[in-house]
């Protein structure tokens, strides 16, 4: 059974950090891609970024870019997301997913991804 597990979440001050980790089971780490999504209030679920679990390679969304850090531990198969100089606008539910690849399309949540984890909620207050 495939399962993607976040943890981490909280609620923290804006400036402040937290860690996301996505903990994957019942596939080939390897051969897949994680990303990490977030979806706030009335919006829609949005890309945040992509590791590439064979060679390692990253990818962000704009609007996290020199703040977040994505992260890979082939030998625990788990995804790690650094959060750091949060802001109350990163506030959302955030979930992992297999991607095909860190490809252009990775940030689109309808296309390239099997298996969803349930999410975890980062709460940023100012």
């Known amino acids: 059974e495939v399962q993607l597990v976040e943890s981490g979440g909280g609620s923290v001050q804006a400036g402040g950090s937290l860690r996301l980790s996505c903990a994957a089971s019942g596939f080939t780490f390897d051969r897949y891609a994680i990303a990490w999504f977030r979806q706030a209030p009335g919006k829609e679920r949005e890309g945040v970024s992509c590791i590439s679990s064979s060679d390692g390679s990253t990818t962000y969304a704009d609007s996290v870019k020199g703040r977040f850090t994505i992260s890979s531990d082939n030998a625990k198969n788990t995804v790690y997301l650094q959060m750091n100089s949060l802001k109350p606008e990163d506030t959302a539910v955030y979930s992992c997913?297999?991607?095909?690849?860190?490809?252009?399309?990775?940030?689109?949540?309808?296309?390239?991804?099997?298996?969803w984890g349930k999410g975890t909620l980062v709460t940023v207050s100012s």
């Open positions: 997913a297999t991607e095909f690849s860190c490809g252009s399309r990775w940030s689109d949540p309808y296309y390239g991804i099997d298996y």
